[in-house]
């Protein structure tokens, strides 16, 4: 069965540091670009983190640079985001995704259910 | 860094109905590029769109989008009482990923 799977998510205090996991299944997982988006309660999506299938390139949303760090084990067949120095307006609903070709097309084409972030005092 | 700005916020309309969905980018991006998601209250974001105008797998064909350079839009022929949903475009440029802030199709 093809499916992402996001763990790690749970409540912290600002200033803290949290892991996030994306466990893969059902396709090749090295050779897909994996990314994280996340939304806040009652908000829209928003672009996180992404990184190639090889893991030769990482890309963050300004909002996370120097804070969050993606990176992955693909004899694992997992993703990870490594959220350090977390601040309240980093409470969201974290998801997985994964990067898929299509001819010339590129586009999110799989999605984990999401696992929680609560960021409060 | 794009802006993907969608219009309306909110959409009310009623079954049957034809719904027109804008998507206004802060700078020319690919067709190729471009997507629209679907997301229901509690669900994961559903991919409907892929460059631009190709539905993806078991989409209905009253889906349909259109669009390229700065503006695109997304097309619901005739809405059925699953498709009230929020609608969000999609695109890749660079070193960036970015989401429009929704459009929510709700029941008038």
């Known amino acids: 069965q093809v499916q992402l799977v996001e763990s790690g998510g749970g409540g912290v205090q600002p200033g803290r540091s949290l892991r996030l996991s994306c466990a893969a299944s059902g396709f090749t997982f090295s050779t897909f670009g994996m990314h994280w988006v996340r939304q806040a309660p009652g908000k829209g999506l928003e672009w996180v983190a992404g990184?190639?299938?090889?893991?030769?390139?990482?890309y963050y949303a300004d909002f996370v640079k120097g804070r969050f760090i993606i990176f992955r084990d693909n004899s694992k067949s997992t993703l990870y985001l490594q959220m350090n120095s977390l601040r309240v307006e980093d409470a969201a609903v974290y998801y997985c995704t994964r990067d898929r070709w299509e001819g010339y097309e590129k586009f999110f084409d799989l999605w984990g259910r999401g696992t929680l972030v609560s960021v409060s005092s | 860094e794009v802006v993907l700005t969608q219009s309306p916020g909110t959409l009310s309309l009623s079954p049957g109905e034809r719904a027109t969905l804008s998507c206004r980018a802060s700078?020319?991006?690919?067709?190729?590029?471009l997507a629209w998601y679907q997301q229901k209250p509690g669900q994961t974001p559903r991919l409907l769109i892929y460059g631009a105008s190709r539905r993806a797998t078991g989409i209905p064909d009253r889906f349909s989008g259109s669009g390229s350079g700065t503006d695109f839009t997304l097309t619901i022929s005739r809405l059925e009482p699953e498709d009230f949903a929020v609608y969000y475009c999609?695109?890749?440029?660079?070193?960036?990923?970015?989401f429009g802030q929704g459009t929510k199709v709700e029941i008038k």
């Open positions: 700078q020319s991006v690919s067709s190729s590029y």
């Open positions: 990184i190639w299938h090889d893991e030769r390139e990482e």
């Open positions: 999609y695109q890749h440029g660079g070193s960036t990923w970015t």
